[in-house]
């Protein structure tokens, strides 16, 4: 007898209409359950990542990790850390976050939550679109003026930095590691 696994596919639930109180009882009740969530203007998507996403995800955070280890270059990871925003209507999970670089990694020591009125953004977050698309998180990452974002869509990585204008443009070569391009990456992916 043969048992044949299939992967598992991402599972994703969408409620509409939530306060904000409610959206802040449901994270409560969910405690630290491996699910990713988008929280935008009353609209809560809760998602199971599959297993290619996760994997994904740490191939990508495991490479920042070794540039800057390799670049010597401090750093903090934030992993999935809750951000939200009471008064943007808005929260999430990023897939990775880091903060990359001497001061802010030093501005954020001893910190256990993310709070977007104390704290600097993260100077890179990454997204893998699997089941789901991260385009309603990047209004987010604009807000907090993230400077970087590392977006795996369709199996090849885009980067995105914030230009002066205050919106993502797409770029060839990575800010926080110029010796980085997008095919450089990809190629490594593939």
């Known amino acids: ?84 925003k009471k008064a943007w209507r808005r929260g999430l999970e990023p897939d990775e976050g880091f903060y990359i670089g001497h001061e802010s990694v030093q501005r954020m020591r001893g910190r256990r939550q993310f709070d977007p009125d104390r704290d600097p953004p993260p100077e890179l977050i990454v997204e893998v679109d699997v089941s789901s698309s991260s385009e309603d998180r990047i209004e987010f990452y604009r807000r907090l003026r993230v400077s970087e974002i590392w977006r795996l869509a369709d199996g090849v990585v885009q980067f995105y930095g914030l230009a002066q204008n205050g919106r993502y443009r797409k770029l060839k070569r990575s800010r926080l590691f110029p010796m980085l391009t997008c095919d450089d990456l990809n190629r490594f992916l593939a």
């Open 1 to 84: 007898m043969s048992v044949v696994t299939l992967p598992q596919a991402e599972q994703q639930f969408t409620w509409y209409h939530l306060s904000w109180d409610q959206y802040e009882a449901l994270l409560l009740a969910l405690g630290d359950r491996r699910l990713r969530h988008t929280y935008v203007e009353g609209a809560l998507e809760i998602v199971s990542p599959s297993m290619e996403h996760e994997s994904s995800k740490s191939v990508l955070g495991d490479f920042v990790v070794t540039l800057c280890r390799v670049l010597r270059l401090p750093r903090k990871s934030i992993g999935s850390t809750t951000m939200k």
